[in-house]
């Protein structure tokens, strides 16, 4: 499928795709997130991915409890990305943009020869991924803005209130799980959130929780 390719359903998604471990990142459907690509372990998987799919997976190591293994474990759940932007630096970089689709389970992870990780997922649990802006109308976004104007101004984070104000439910609670900066047990907590509505209550828990706490060390908030 080309650059301008739409997934449309779980069938549509490759089964076998790249993976790119990255501890407290999180992607949604329809979100977008930049990276810059300097590792060239990355740098082939990004060559490769704009001659076939076009799609990363996007997944958090497992947590390393004290030790720092060579190759970590991946959580089970991740979410897999279109490269809707992309560009070349004079330093040999990779500036690019993923563009979320689905979220996927992760099988198994594949014995490669390339230099980065490949797995073999399924998105059949995450169907309503494909629908735009589905759960909307039940999301409380009262109790979400005002969770947010309070998490701002205790943590001086600057924001776009007319952006917000203006931004449907589905746009508001991705871009603002995607940017509150919580820590990965918490990031994971709102990929695997099955609704909209839901993953709306657990940002609201945990902006309450990390107000609760004064906001230090947001990594231990959900055991």
Known sequence: MGMNAVYSGPDDC?????LFPLAGALLL??????????EPRYLSMIDDALR????????????????????????QVGCVGRITQFA???????IITLTGVSR?????????????RQGRV???????????????????????LKALRSFAKANELKIDWKGVN???????VNALSMMCPFGPR?????????????????????????LARGGSDPDTTLQ
Do not use: C, W
Not at 29 to 38: E, S
Not at 123 to 144: K, N, P, Q
């Open 29 to 38: 459907p329809r979100g977008q997130m930049p990276l810059n690509i300097f």
């Open 14 to 18: 490759p089964a076998v795709i790249p």
């Open 122 to 144: 399924s998105y059949g649990d995450f169907v309503v991924d494909f629908e735009a802006r589905a759960g909307e109308d039940e999301v409380d976004r009262a109790g979400l």
């Open 104 to 116: 996927f389970r992760l099988e198994e992870e594949l014995s490669v020869t390339t230099p980065y």
């Open 186 to 210: 918490e990031k994971q907590a709102l990929l695997e959130a099955p609704s909209l509505k839901s993953r709306a209550e657990v940002l609201v828990a945990i902006t309450e929780i990390e």
């Open 166 to 172: 203006e931004a449907p439910n589905e746009a508001l």
């Open 88 to 94: 070349e630096t004079g330093d040999d970089r990779y």
């Open 52 to 75: 076939t799919h076009r799609v990363i997976g996007m997944i958090q190591p497992e947590p390393e409890n004290g030790r720092q293994p060579q190759v970590p474990g991946l959580l």
